[in-house]
């Protein structure tokens, strides 16, 4: 299984921006794709996942109201519908994928993943 995530790049603060993990090779129907970010100097932490078969979603807090987690299921692929990004938003940001159910708290841990894709990084300037 591969993740490639795609869309990062230099944004205005405010701004919008999407991004999208696509995967391929899957063998097995995902139970949780989920976007995780790492800011410079920080620890990574959990920003949104979605649920494949249900498509329940959860959100940090921080993002809350500014970010939709979305999928495409022809297409296995994920997108982060980001709006109005914030400097602090600025990070690399992750996705990953868990095959078998887990949960609702271990969602939002990134031990729980074990397949993760390359990441993207985009920056917010103010």
């Known amino acids: 299984v591969q993740l490639q995530a795609s869309g990062g790049g230099l944004v205005q603060d405010g701004d919008s921006l999407r991004l999208s993990c696509a995967a391929s090779g899957l063998t097995f129907s995902p139970y949780v794709m989920t976007w995780f970010r790492q800011a410079p100097g920080k620890e990574r932490e959990f920003v949104a996942a979605i649920i494949w078969r249900s498509g329940t979603t959860y959100y940090a807090d921080s993002v809350k109201g500014r970010f939709t987690v979305s999928k495409d299921n022809a297409k296995n692929t994920v997108h982060l519908h980001m709006n109005s990004l914030k400097p602090e938003d600025t990070a690399v940001y992750s996705c990953?994928?868990?095959?078998?159910?887990?949960?609702?708290?271990?969602?939002?841990?990134?031990?729980?993943?074990?397949?993760w894709g390359q990441g993207t990084q985009f920056t917010v300037s103010s």
């Open positions: 990953a994928v868990r095959a078998r159910r887990v949960v609702t708290s271990a969602i939002r841990t990134p031990y729980s993943y074990p397949t």
